[in-house]
Antibody
Framework: QVQLVESGGGVVQPGGSLRLSCAAS????????MHWVRQAPGKGLEWVAL????????YYTDSVKGRFTISRDNSQNTLYLQMNSLRAEDSAVYYC?????????????WGQGTLVTVSS | EIVMTQSPATLSVSPGERATLSCRAS??????LAWYQQKPGQAPRLLIY???TRATGLPARFSGSGSGTEFTLTISSLQSEDFAIYYC?????????FGQGTKVEVK
């Protein structure tokens, strides 16, 4: 069965960095785009970034452009999110999610999430 | 950015009753619209994609409709496990955007 397992969350000071990981299994990782979606405490969902199946292209929401980098290692079935220059407003549960299929950017499987808290 | 507006914010429904949730896009998203269900402490779950196609294993009491800017999620007869928050999401334009959610609660 499909499994997405995030790790790497924690408490970090404003301006700091954190790297999230998402280990994928149960599907052909190399044929799916992968996303990061976040949810601030008590708030709604916000899409953060997408990387295409082969890593050829990446897309970001405006608020993280230049600060966050999405990447993947297809040999290890792992997705990453490098987060730099973190701000208080980046505090959220970060979910990795897989797209349903190429060209359809709905998310058919999600991980359980990892909590990032940006605070001094 | 396409703004997705869901209504109502909260829907109070008795078990066995019908629930109708609305989602409006600030510009056309064709049928590139998905619905998700989220329960407390859990990740979202895909219910509907392509505005009207049920995800694998989803009970037939869930249905989606609409195109362009107006969309509806209908739950024909609410079961206890359906009380949750529901989000719509458009994937027609960058950035991908979600509605703010509709909470379906027990009346």
């Amino acid at each position: 069965q499909v499994q997405l397992v995030e790790s790497g969350g924690g408490v970090v000071q404003p301006g700091g960095s954190l790297r999230l990981s998402c280990a994928a299994s149960g599907f052909t990782f190399t044929t799916h785009g992968m996303h990061w979606v976040r949810q601030a405490p008590g708030k709604g969902l916000e899409w953060v970034a997408l990387i295409l199946y082969d890593g050829s292209n990446t897309y970001y929401t405006d608020s993280v452009k230049g600060r966050f980098t999405i990447s993947r290692d297809n040999s290890q079935n792992t997705l990453y999110l490098q987060m730099n220059s973190l701000r208080a407003e980046d505090s959220a549960v970060y979910y990795c999610a897989k797209d349903r299929l190429y060209g359809d950017l709905s998310f058919d499987y999600w991980g359980q999430g990892t909590l990032v808290t940006v605070s001094s | 950015e396409i703004v997705m507006t869901q209504s109502p914010a909260t829907l109070s429904v008795s078990p066995g009753e019908r629930a109708t949730l609305s989602c409006r896009a600030s510009q056309s998203v064709s049928t590139n619209l998905a619905w998700y269900q989220q329960k407390p402490g859990q990740a979202p779950r895909l219910l509907i994609y392509g505005a009207s196609t049920r995800a694998t294993g989803l009970p037939a009491r869930f249905s989606g409709s609409g195109s362009g800017t107006e969309f509806t999620l209908t739950i024909s007869s609410l079961q206890s496990e359906d009380f949750a928050i529901y989000y719509c999401q458009q994937y027609n334009n960058w950035p991908l955007t979600f509605g703010q959610g509709t909470k379906v609660e027990v009346k």
